[in-house]
Every structure is written in C-alpha cells, then in structure tokens.
C-alpha cells in the first residue's frame, strides 16, 4: 500500500505542468501522404513518426502537447481541418491501422 501510494506521488512529480485545451479528434498521416522519408514539414522539420503532429494555427510550431493515451508530441506540420482535430505522424504504419480518437489534450507548459 505504502509503495503504491509512493509510486503515484512520483508520477505526479514527475510529470511536466500542463495546461488542459479540450477534447479533439486525433487522426493519423504517414509517409506516403508526404512524399516519403525525405520531406520537410511546414514547421521546417523531418516528421518523427508518433511524435510530429500537424494541427491548424490554433496551436504554434514548436508547441508540445500532451494526448492521452499518446504521450508527448509535437506541433510541427500543419493541416486543413477542423481545428478540434490533430493529425499524427505514423511513419510507414498504414493509414487504416488508426481509427480516429477523441483523446484530451494539454499543452506541456516550458519553465
């Protein structure tokens, strides 16, 4: 019991300060949408796939978020749609191995 309950404060510790953002439809984009490994998104950078996210100007590049269920990601490409909706980078994993989630969002805050 002591254990479990030390366990939880070191998790609650340990996570980055965020701030929650909402509810949003994460999707999912590979490499053939992209023209391959040997693409720039439009942040600037090479997509790494289940941590490059493209999201409308809602959010700015460079800005790390947090989806449940997902862990860290980041703001580097950008997308036309709904601007409740994140499309994430699955490198060569195919499309339809990922249904469309509703997952919480936060922003992980810089200190």
Known sequence: MIASIAMSLLIMVAQPPMDYVGTYTVSAYNYSEGGGENYYTAGGYTPTPYYTVATTEEFD???????????????????????????????YDPIESWDMREREVYIVRKE
């Not at 950008?78 to 994430?88: A, C, H, K, T, Y």
Request: hydrophobic letters at 40%; aromatic letters at 10%.
């Open 61 to 91: 590049i460079g800005t790390i978020l947090y989806i449940e269920d997902l862990g860290e990601v980041q703001v580097q490409d950008r997308g036309n749609f709904p601007s409740d909706w994140i499309d994430l980078h699955i490198g």
